[in-house]
């Protein structure tokens, strides 16, 4: 090749000719990009990711720190929970005399029997589930059709009756936080002697949320054949304190934390435009959670929202699952699995929280019908970015005439339908969140940079609705109110008809909410 060929006796004409040849088709590109954001109006989506691309890039290079003791310490403790849940179970299976599931352990050392499945395999664990008088079914994507399960979410209403599975349960809980969240982030933390993680973003999901981890970055993938840090998921990360104590800020550090009330609610109150759904979002009268909560359980159907949240707020909490399902484009049977009541009270629900939100229901039906229109989903009308849907109007076309087709087009238009309709639900306000800790920590690395800060604060963690700075302790109350009316102006710069709130805490650890303010 020419590269190999290169000496102090090569042509400067020959070797600048072959310099160019590296970009000549970027500029190509650049002007076809161009003229495509042109076409659909998409200046302010690309300004918006440029800028949010630096403090990623700054997040990158600092990463997170990891007490690597505290993270060991809880490994070890799950995965003695788990050998734990494993011997009640095996312990059952010879309670009932279960001969398929028993294999005797033929050794000198050892009579004891050992059990047939593997608790961490799918198959296994459902052949375990069907010898209950239950049937667990699930949608499978990939196949398109219901298949039997033994999902955690779908097993929990027969706890009751089956009280085993709830060891099931917790032993697939607990064996996926030692696989998922295990020795992988210790291995990140201890490759750099400051014990910090880093991995890697990509900011330009289909939502406009982040991403991070090998999956994150294709080219990070390839490259891991020269390299031996993991890449872990940091937005994976449980709301779980045990976990979240386990990062922390360096020696005269401290992090804020940063969390959006209700920004999912208050996101669809302002671009819905549902008078009494926006009453009561704002107005501490009325209450969303205690609302759906009365739909939901008998035991506080006839108590007031103020009796609910000083008495029930454990049924409060679980009801927000329904509330959130919802605004993200789920159904009744979102409500049934997540907030473990029946079927036909899970439809009620959904029907009465529709009749009393009927604007909800307008909204998401014209924001169907514009994606079908312009084959894009229109994420919010200030950084006008899109998701571009292929075909919609020849599918849409299709699906108002599906009893004509067979059956196999029939249920490939209608899966079509359900997950456009989703996704019309959903994308605009994962995106608009997404967009305001974007635009928020823009305007922070902005004022770091022209009042020379930026030694002063780092980005350890973006976890969609909520922001984790780590600042020096003589920055800490600057940068707190700084960031927090950052956040506010993010949030009514987007969705300018509705307060927001922003929930801030100081502490030593992901965790620690002890300095709230």
């Not at 042509?11 to 160019?20: I, Q, R």
């Not at 992090?255 to 009561?280: C, H, N």
């Not at 849907?389 to 490939?412: C, I, M, P, S, V």
């Not at 974007?438 to 922070?444: C, D, L, N």
Request: glycine content about 2%; aromatic content about 12%.
């Amino acid at each position: 090749t020419f590269r190999n060929n290169i000496s102090d006796k090569v042509n400067m004409h020959d070797l600048v000719k072959y310099a160019e040849s590296d970009v000549i088709y970027l500029h190509a590109l650049l002007d076809k990009q161009l003229a495509l954001i042109t076409q659909y109006d998409m200046h302010k989506a690309v300004i918006h990711e440029c800028r949010f691309t630096r403090t990623v890039a700054y997040s990158q290079l600092h990463g997170v720190r990891l007490d690597c003791l505290n993270w060991r310490n809880l490994y070890n403790k799950n995965t003695t929970a788990i050998q734990k849940y494993e011997k009640e179970l095996f312990d059952y299976i010879k309670e009932q005399n279960w001969k398929e599931f028993i294999e005797p352990q033929l050794t000198l050392f050892n009579n004891d029997d050992v059990c047939a499945l593997n608790w961490n395999a799918p198959d296994d664990r459902i052949k375990f589930v069907s010898k209950f008088n239950i049937k667990v079914m699930s949608y499978d994507k990939k196949v398109k059709k219901e298949k039997d399960s033994s999902s955690s979410a779908l097993l929990k209403p027969y706890v009751a009756e089956y009280p085993i599975l709830d060891a099931l349960i917790k032993h697939t809980k607990t064996s996926k936080s030692c696989g998922t969240f295990g020795l992988s982030y210790l291995e990140a933390a201890l490759n750099f002697p400051d014990h910090r993680i880093r991995t890697c973003f990509n900011t330009v999901l289909t939502s406009g949320r982040l991403s991070s981890g090998e999956t994150a970055n294709q080219q990070e993938k390839i490259n891991r054949q020269f390299r031996t840090i993991p890449l872990v998921n940091i937005l994976n990360i449980p709301k779980n304190p045990e976990f979240r104590q386990c990062f922390i800020p360096n020696n005269n550090s401290e992090f804020i934390i940063f969390d959006y009330g209700g920004q999912e609610t208050r996101i669809l109150a302002d671009f819905s435009k549902d008078p009494v759904y926006y009453d009561y979002i704002v107005n501490p009268e009325n209450d969303i959670h205690c609302f759906m909560a009365k739909l939901l359980y008998d035991k506080v159907k006839d108590k007031s929202y103020a009796e609910i949240k000083e008495h029930y707020p454990k049924l409060r909490d679980i009801a927000k699952r329904a509330v959130f399902a919802l605004a993200y484009g789920g159904n009744y049977m979102n409500i049934h699995i997540n907030c473990n009541v029946d079927l036909d009270v899970a439809k009620a629900a959904e029907s009465a929280y529709y009749e009393k939100f009927n604007g909800l229901k307008k909204y998401f039906d014209a924001t169907f019908m514009s994606a079908v229109k312009h084959e894009y989903i229109l994420i919010n009308s200030v950084y006008k970015r899109k998701v571009f849907l292929k075909e919609a109007k020849q599918k849409y076309a299709q699906y108002k005439n599906r009893w004509n087709l067979d059956n196999h087009t029939k249920q490939k238009v209608s899966y079509w339908f359900k997950e456009t309709m989703k996704a019309c639900k959903n994308l605009p306000i994962q995106g608009t969140g997404a967009d305001m800790l974007k635009e928020s920590t823009r305007q922070i690395w902005e004022y770091a940079i022209s009042k020379d800060l930026l030694h002063t604060i780092k980005f350890p963690i973006f976890m969609h609705d909520e922001l984790v700075l780590e600042t020096d302790k003589n920055y800490t109350e600057m940068w707190y109110d700084f960031a927090k009316n950052a956040m506010l102006n993010a949030a009514t710069l987007i969705c300018p008809s509705v307060p927001f709130t922003v929930e801030g805490h100081i502490g030593n650890s992901w965790a620690s909410k002890s300095k709230n303010k």
